[in-house]
């Protein structure tokens, strides 16, 4: 283990409990720690890393909850898996910055756009009065020049507004909101499953009726927690996977039946 001189020139937005979890991944990935190594004591820990055990604490919750570590209560943790190399910040939160993080170029059209009212299902998603108007727009989304996904996304007024005058074939309606507007979306709930082509995604995306999809439903929120958009992402079935890692302990995983609402 290191002695702590990993994290002292690091950004000090990064809390030192993070820095240590970052830093025993590391010596994971490098070998340093095998899968079903026992880690030293929080003392000794504590003791390396120039901490109090309470910031050791921390960093070793960190790495029981994304299944890095065993989670016992009482007992030494242990080496569950290997760590897979972190996901970039904008993960999940805009198909355009996951796009660019991976080396592929994004692209997207608007095909229609209109002030509706949100009614219970997409006002309750993004807390607004069932009676008041959002921006619903459908968009296709393209990768490298091909079309992969329909995006039908709802905003609250103040948003929609906005993003109503932005041009059709912005690259990234979340990029421009937080550059220009100071709008960060910081996070999201998600749910996926799995559904077939209708009419409409056929016509957009170019292809068969029936063809799979993985659908995609989505509510991103401020950092406040405040709700920015609900969205239905609708991809073609060979363009994406989800990972997801777990352990006996931690499950950010749920299943919900089909049709099961409530996820909100």
């Known amino acids: 283990m290191g002695n702590g001189t990993d994290g002292r020139g690091a950004s000090a937005s990064v809390a030192r409990y993070e820095r240590i979890a970052d830093q025993v991944r590391n010596e994971i990935r490098n070998g340093e720690l095998k899968v079903g190594d026992f880690l030293a004591s929080e003392a000794s820990l504590a003791k390396s890393f120039e901490v109090s055990p309470g ?14 570590l065993s989670g016992r209560r009482g007992a030494r943790k242990t080496v569950l898996r290997i760590p897979r190399p972190a996901s970039t910040q904008e993960e999940f939160r805009s198909f355009a910055q996951w796009a660019t ?19 219970e299902e997409t006002g309750s998603a993004i ?9 619903r727009v459908l968009r296709v989304r393209s990768l490298d020049g091909e079309r992969v996904m329909v995006e039908r996304t709802s905003y609250p007024e103040r948003l ?32 996926f499953s799995a559904t ?10 170019g292809v068969a009726r ?22 239905e992402d609708r991809y073609l079935a ?27």
């Open 160 to 191: 929609g507004i906005l993003v109503e005058s932005m041009p059709p074939d912005l690259e990234s309606v979340t990029r421009e909101l937080a550059d220009v507007h100071d709008i960060v979306f910081a996070g999201a709930d998600h749910v």
């Open 101 to 119: 993080a991976h080396g592929r170029q994004p692209g997207g059209r608007v095909v229609e756009q209109q002030w509706q009212i949100a009614g």
């Open 196 to 205: 077939v082509c209708g009419q409409q995604d056929a016509a957009l995306l």
């Open 210 to 231: 029936g063809r799979p999809l993985l659908r995609h439903l989505r509510v991103s929120r401020s950092a406040a927690g405040e709700p920015l958009e609900v969205s």
């Open 55 to 68: 910031t050791v604490r921390e960093a070793l919750r960190l790495l029981v909850s994304d299944g890095t």
């Open 127 to 135: 807390k607004v009065d069932p009676r008041s108007r959002v921006l």
């Open 238 to 264: 060979n363009i994406l996977s989800v990972a997801v890692s777990n352990g006996r302990n931690v499950n950010a995983i749920g299943w919900l039946s089909a049709g099961e609402s409530g996820w909100l």
